[in-house]
């Protein structure tokens, strides 16, 4: 007979899991676009990246605010009764910065590039198709006040970064955890399900 701990395994919602997976995939993707930009390319090459990383970060914000709305309307499995309190609540403190830098990140990005002098390089195309206009406040701006808001800007955005990425690897090494240490099947738990079960 299988132990309760182990069966049935309360999953998240299929909707939740590609969510989960798609969010996860495109950060990951832009932070190693946001280190290759900024570290390894020469700056000539910035005009190319900066599109893709920018309708990167837009779509991580459309699908952020999705899963928020799913979230709000679809309860989450509980939590495995195998934590510890201090584990639930590091759990759930990961998790809201997680949305919480997932909706900034997208936000201070959109507002570097509009606090950017007018350039038609750094036009914003969403995925080369949709034009984002630029906040026209930081944009109105005269040249001097408009540098000091960008630096800013661009300074929260880094910071955003590398909060994200230890975030991050707190989040997989608590996965590793429970899943290898524990013998919790927590990864199950954000898995489609097989048709056949």
Do not use: C
């Amino acid at each position: 007979m299988t132990s309760p701990s182990k069966n049935p395994i309360d999953r998240y919602s299929r909707t939740a899991v590609i969510l989960h997976w798609w969010i996860a995939a495109f950060i990951v993707g832009n932070l190693a676009l946001g280190f290759v930009m900024i570290r390894i390319v020469p700056l000539a090459m910035r005009p190319i990246l900066m599109p893709v990383h920018a309708w990167i970060g837009l779509t991580v914000l459309l699908l952020t605010v999705a899963r928020i709305g799913w979230r709000l309307s679809h309860s989450a499995p509980p939590t495995p009764y195998s934590y510890k309190t201090w584990e639930r609540g590091l759990a759930r403190a990961v998790h809201a910065l997680f949305y919480i830098l997932m909706l900034a990140l997208p936000i201070t990005g959109y507002l570097i590039l509009s606090a950017n002098p007018p350039n038609p390089a750094w036009r914003l195309m969403f995925w080369g198709i949709i034009h984002v206009p630029y906040f026209e406040p930081l944009q109105a701006m005269e040249p001097v006040s408009q540098k000091i808001v960008h630096g800013r800007f661009v300074f929260v955005h880094l910071i955003g970064a590398f909060t994200i990425l230890i975030t991050l690897i707190l989040h997989i090494a608590g996965v590793v955890k429970h899943q290898l240490l524990d013998g919790d099947d927590i990864l199950a738990r954000m898995m489609l399900k097989k048709r056949a079960d």
